[in-house]
Nanobody
């Protein structure tokens, strides 16, 4: 099982920036994708950004041009640089990894880190 540990959340004013990081434990299995999801109070968890094999990157429309996802394969980390933060970006941000296990793909989640955008 791959363990994920997130860091970097906090409180920031509108227009500010935060950087989230997620470290995946070493594993004999291949991580084929890493992503950031978020869940706002009373809402479903949604995909924010994802980087897949071959460095294919996807963003949800609301964060395009403001957030940047990056992956360091050597360090088994994925980061999310969040700029021009708005109150609607508030929520718990979760790191996710899709792993290619012997018997099929599996998914791991981090514990989540709170991001609050407020003046």
């Amino acid at each position: 099982q791959v363990q994920l540990v997130e860091s970097g959340g906090g409180l920031v004013e509108p227009g500010g920036s935060l950087r989230l990081s997620c470290v995946a434990s070493r594993s004999a299995f291949t991580i084929v994708a890493m992503a950031w999801y978020r869940q706002a109070p009373g809402k479903e968890r949604e995909l924010v950004a994802r980087v897949r094999t071959g460095d294919r990157i996807d963003y949800t429309d609301s964060v395009k041009g403001r957030f940047t996802i990056s992956k360091d394969a050597a360090k088994n980390t994925v980061s999310l640089q969040m700029n021009s933060l708005q109150p609607e970006d508030t929520g718990v941000y979760y790191c996710n990894a899709i792993i290619k296990y012997t018997l099929g793909p599996g998914s791991s989640w981090g514990q989540g880190t709170q991001v609050t955008v407020s003046s």
